[in-house]
């Protein structure tokens, strides 16, 4: 990852954090899956950039270095699956050895605040805690596609189900076509 695209040290420390979690927990997103060897995530979550002014510096990135027609593949978590994880009770899930403990609170406009905890079983009875509080911006999806369509064009938005994507989607998969130079679109 391009350290510029950060505000501060929070993707950073992200980053670190989200290597154990993926080793250990494994990569869930379905689009992902189907396309894995193809194209890789520019971010593990732009979500996790704190401002959009840092999303739109991260999309100039990907415009920047892509090649023409070359595929943009992101997933983020949408307003309304912050909202209601905001208002649900912490999740707990035990997975081998080790515990995890997560809690989502609001913490202004459409910025939640992510207090994870795993709990890494090292011998016996002994643990060694894993914690980060990590700020995650809900984006509306509308302030998504009009900030790329510019320089990108939309060939998928999709729900986990594979349905429609909306703002009360718990995640959003998107797939974007790299534009010509021009402007122009390059066909499948």
Known sequence: MTPAVGDDGHVAAYTEF??????????????????????????????????FDSWLRAFGQVHAHLAEGGLFVFDVNTVGRLRRLSQAPGYVEDFGPHTLIMDVTPDGGNLSLWDVRIFERVDGDQFRLHHERIPELGVPLTMIHEALTANFELLEATDPEG??????????????????????????
Do not use: C
Not at 172 to 182: E, K, L
């Open 163 to 188: 349905g429609r994507a909306t703002d009360d989607s718990n995640r959003v998969y998107f797939a974007y076509r790299h534009r010509g130079a021009d402007g122009s679109d390059h066909g499948a």
């Open 18 to 51: 989200a290597k154990f979690y993926d080793q250990v927990m494994g990569d869930r997103s379905p689009l992902i899956q189907r396309i894995r060897g193809y194209v890789d995530r520019y971010l593990p979550a732009l979500n996790h950039l704190p401002t």
